[in-house]
């Protein structure tokens, strides 16, 4: 039974891998945690690398990144003590993402740019790509458009020749909100619809939740409300189902522009409240997403009126909320 152990804990860690592609994160950290009392006791180390990865992986998606560094830094100790070049890149790739969420790019590239140097020499196309699109996306929150689409452009092919439509959906859902920041509305619509059609066949519901954001947006930029509504309708089902608060927030504030348009600018403020007080909220939601409906709700009430809405905001519940406009868009 103990000569079984290794290939168990292994097989439980593909399923945590499964339950986190799919956004399944209850799934996921159980079978990440079951493979860790499998493997600790024989002290198979490289069951215990992966199994604090995924577990990392989740928690950085839940918002949790103190403990999602923890567990990245640990796998990563775990694989330079076996060698494994490739829980190398992985770890330090993880170790990037946290400061991205964080708003420090710098320390987030640092980590993207060692982790690519170790998949290009092991030859890792899925590592090489991943890295690139993290690199992608770190220049893009720079307003560097050009090099983000450098970047992207240097690892679409490379998700095409592997096959991984989720990424390849994920690549062009970045695709669409660059063109979208730059006022391409055409092709934002044309590129997020591409990647909605490949979020939905992956069932990536973080991704999904993101790319449904993003046409909300280029429906209201364009006036059409009634379309809008629908996308930001089916975001907050998604959010709901994998109970993700980052994500909840993220498409609040989509929410809240979609009010500002149909009148509704005091509830509008009040969701800017809740998001701007919310525990998990990230620096890239706060100094983006948040920064911009704040501007905007500044040209829409008067001083006064905001921060009354605002502080009101702050005593709302996320998920209440959730369920409350769920409600009101199906009625």
Request: hydrophobic residues 45%.
């Amino acid at each position: 039974m103990e000569e079984a152990a290794p290939q168990r804990a292994a097989l439980l860690n593909l399923l945590g891998v499964i339950g986190w592609r799919t956004s399944d994160y209850p799934a996921a950290l159980q079978r990440a945690e079951q493979a860790w009392q499998v493997a600790q006791p024989i002290n198979d180390l490289q069951g215990m690398a992966d199994s604090l990865l995924i577990r990392g992986q989740v928690l950085a998606d839940k918002g949790d990144y103190e403990l999602a560094t923890d567990y990245y830094q640990q796998s990563l100790v775990i694989n330079r003590e076996i060698n494994n070049r490739q829980g190398i890149a992985d770890s330090l790739n993880g170790l990037g993402i946290v400061p991205y969420y964080q708003g420090d790019y710098a320390l987030a590239q640092d980590y993207f740019q060692q982790s690519l140097v170790i998949n290009r020499e092991t030859d890792n196309l899925f590592g090489i790509a991943n890295n690139l699109s993290n690199l992608s996306n770190v220049a893009a929150l720079q307003g560097d458009f050009a090099t983000a689409k450098s970047y992207a452009d240097q690892s679409l092919p490379i998700y095409r020749s592997i096959g991984n439509r989720q990424k390849i959906a994920a690549t062009l859902n970045n695709l669409g909100m660059w063109a979208y920041d730059q006022g391409d509305l055409a092709n934002a619509s044309d590129y997020l619809l591409q990647a909605l059609v490949m979020n939905r066949e992956s069932r990536n519901r973080m991704v999904l939740v993101g790319n449904l954001n993003g046409l909300g947006y280029v429906e209201l930029a364009q006036g059409n409300l009634t379309a809008a509504a629908a996308w930001f309708q089916e975001s907050l089902a998604e959010c709901q189902a994998i109970n993700v608060p980052i994500m909840a927030l993220e498409t609040l504030v989509g929410v809240a522009h979609w009010r500002i348009q149909t009148k509704d600018e005091v509830f509008a403020a009040e969701l800017a409240g809740l998001v701007e007080q919310h525990p998990v909220l990230d620096e890239y939601l706060r100094m983006h997403e948040l920064l911009n409906l704040k501007q905007a709700l500044e040209a829409a009430l008067p001083p006064d009126e905001l921060a009354a809405a605002l502080e009101r905001g702050k005593g709302l519940d996320l998920d209440a909320v959730v369920q409350k406009l769920l409600a009101e868009f199906a009625s």
